[in-house]
């Protein structure tokens, strides 16, 4: 049920069916809160939605459900960066690319936060 309730809601994020695909994460979570995949893709679709703030929730919640998870603590630095909170979004970032640091996109946003801190050389 959790498995197919996850896969309904990648596939109305697919879609374009945005709200349903929240109410459908939503649904995912309250079922099996654990899976971190399932806050991360929240997360994806309240950013398509301008929900900024819940979105920055949602990939909280998957950062501490799995400290591992890169993509999720790019997200963070992404969203705290357009924020204007650079020095959170700053320690995101360094916590993606230490645990991928194959990832291009994961230096860009490191170096786009420490420019706006001035802390480049």
């Known amino acids: 049920m959790v498995q197919t309730n996850f896969k309904t809601a990648n596939q109305l994020l697919r879609e374009g069916k945005l709200d349903d695909a929240v109410a459908a ?9 654990g899976f971190s995949h399932t806050h ?8 398509k939605v301008g929900r900024i703030d819940e979105a920055i929730a949602a990939f909280g919640q998957a950062v501490a459900i799995n400290p591992q998870a890169s993509w999720s603590l790019y997200k963070l630095g992404v969203l705290l960066q357009g924020e204007g909170q650079f020095q959170e979004a700053l320690g995101y970032f360094r916590r993606a690319v230490k645990q991928k640091s194959d990832v291009p996109e994961f230096y860009l946003g490191l170096g786009a936060v420490l420019v706006k801190l001035g802390q480049w050389s």
């Open 25 to 33: 994460y939503r649904e995912a979570i309250a079922l099996n809160p």
């Open 40 to 47: 991360h893709n929240l997360g994806e679709a309240l950013v």
